[in-house]
Nanobody, 123 residues
Framework: QVQLVESGGGLVQAGGSLRLSCAAS????????MGWFRQVAEKEREFVAA???????NYAQSVKGRFIISRDNTKNTVYLQMNSLKPEDTAIYYC?????????????????WGQGTQVTVSS
């Protein structure tokens, strides 16, 4: 069983930056793919970014060039650096882990989820 704990959310003005962290328990982190998703009330959860076990990354078009996903296997932690934030980035951000180390964008392919962290971008 893997537990994921997100942190780093908060309130920021448009144009600002935040860095989200997701700490994972267990010994399988190094071989897992990790992803970030976000959800706004009454909408489906959407893919934001993912990183494979080897460091290959993929981004949603809406965040490409502004967000950076990275991982530190020594700390069992994945990060999401969010720059040039826009009001439409406001959402609850969820960290997810996939036992298979290759990245996918569908939320149904991920095995473990964190509790989420709120990000609010004011205009």
């Amino acid at each position: 069983q893997v537990q994921l704990v997100e942190s780093g959310g908060g309130l920021v003005q448009a144009g600002g930056s935040l860095r989200l962290s997701c700490a994972a328990s267990g010994s399988t982190f190094r071989s897992s793919a990790m992803g970030w998703f976000r959800q706004v009330a009454e909408k489906e959860r959407e893919f934001v970014a993912a990183i494979s076990w080897s460091g290959v990354t993929n981004y949603a078009q809406s965040v490409k060039g502004r967000f950076i996903i990275s991982r530190d296997n020594t700390k069992n932690t994945v990060y999401l650096q969010m720059n040039s934030l826009k009001p439409e980035d406001t959402a609850i951000y969820y960290c997810a882990a996939r036992r298979d180390g290759y990245i996918v964008t569908m939320m149904s392919e991920y095995d473990y989820w964190g509790q989420g962290t709120q990000v609010t971008v004011s205009s």
